[in-house]
């Protein structure tokens, strides 16, 4: 099932592209099918999986700091700065 973007999860838009590289056969189907257009070229859908890689290190941070019955903002610094870490790491796998 396709989600839509939801404004109350920022984290929204790694679990729509998720859902849709899960379901690219079906999706770029639909697309020729129902909305007459070309299904996505192999460089589009590359993209879409980079861009998963990136929106993924923000989304563990969110998990990681949600699943806290108690969030702290002394938690907060901790997390961003692995996630900076985890960027740097990836700009250096995914130079392009």
């Known amino acids: 099932e396709l989600l839509l973007d939801e404004a109350t999860r920022w984290d929204s838009a790694f679990m729509m592209l998720n859902c849709c590289r899960t379901l690219c056969k079906p999706l770029d189907r639909f697309l020729q099918q129902f909305l007459l257009v070309k299904k996505l070229t192999p460089m ?8 998963e890689v990136i929106l993924e290190v923000p989304h563990i941070a ?31 796998l995914i130079p392009h």
Do not use: R
Request: aromatic share 10%; no cysteine; proline share 5%.
């Open 44 to 51: 589009q859908w590359h993209f879409l999986e980079d861009l």
């Open 62 to 92: 969110q998990q990681i700091m949600s699943s806290e019955k108690t969030p702290v903002l002394s938690h907060a610094v901790p997390a961003f700065e692995e996630m900076i870490k985890q960027w740097e790491k990836i700009a250096i």
